[in-house]
């Protein structure tokens, strides 16, 4: 039997691959090939399951990642730039950020969730820049943020070597005020 993790990374995948509109009982059950009372035995209801599946995007794609990159507290804020950077590209692919992104735009709950997650993402883009002694770390974290925002919507989407590219393109700007990696 799965178990609730298992529903949740599989509901990921198919927000992913399908948008919002295709995360659905049925959809899902026939994926896991389980059977409705299994997936109510986890969730009790379509809307408690898309209560947690934004609860698992929110902790999977912004707290754990944070995470990793705290994990080590000697690193300077450059080098938490950096591994943030990193992993960010590599943890998730744009379709999933995309996707979660148009049901923000279509929903209460998932829109409350997004601005969480934009809020954090940023916040704690502007404490390393703060750190790192940018003039300028509320404007530095938003620039820093769009990249990882905007190269998800060109077409085709930003490779994530690319994304980390344009990243070293702006480091020099916390550089050029005196830092150092």
């Known amino acids: 039997m799965a178990n609730a ?17 295709a995360v659905t009982l049925d959809r899902m059950c026939e994926r896991m090939g389980m059977s409705k009372g299994a997936f109510y035995h986890h969730f009790g209801s379509m809307p408690k399951f898309r209560t947690r599946l934004l609860a698992r995007y929110e902790e999977r794609y912004t707290t754990a990642i944070i995470d990793v990159v705290e994990a080590d507290a000697a690193l300077s804020a ?3 730039l950096d591994r943030l950077a990193r992993e960010a590209i590599i943890d998730t692919g744009p379709d999933l950020e995309i996707a979660v992104r148009a049901w923000a ?3 209460r709950e998932a829109a409350e969730m997004q601005q ?4 954090t993402r940023i916040a704690y883009l502007r404490g390393l820049c703060e750190e790192a002694g940018h003039s300028s770390p509320d404007r530095l974290a938003v620039l820093l943020y769009l990249v990882l925002i905007g190269g998800a919507h060109l077409m085709p989407p930003l490779p994530a070597a690319d994304k980390h590219d344009i990243y070293e ?7 050029a005020e005196g830092n150092t990696p």
């Open 5 to 21: 993790e298992a529903w949740l990374d599989e509901g990921l995948v198919l927000l992913a691959e399908q948008g919002a509109p």
């Open 78 to 80: 450059r080098r938490k």
């Open 105 to 107: 735009n279509q929903d």
């Open 116 to 119: 969480r997650v934009d809020a």
């Open 169 to 175: 393109l702006l480091y020099p700007l916390l550089d």
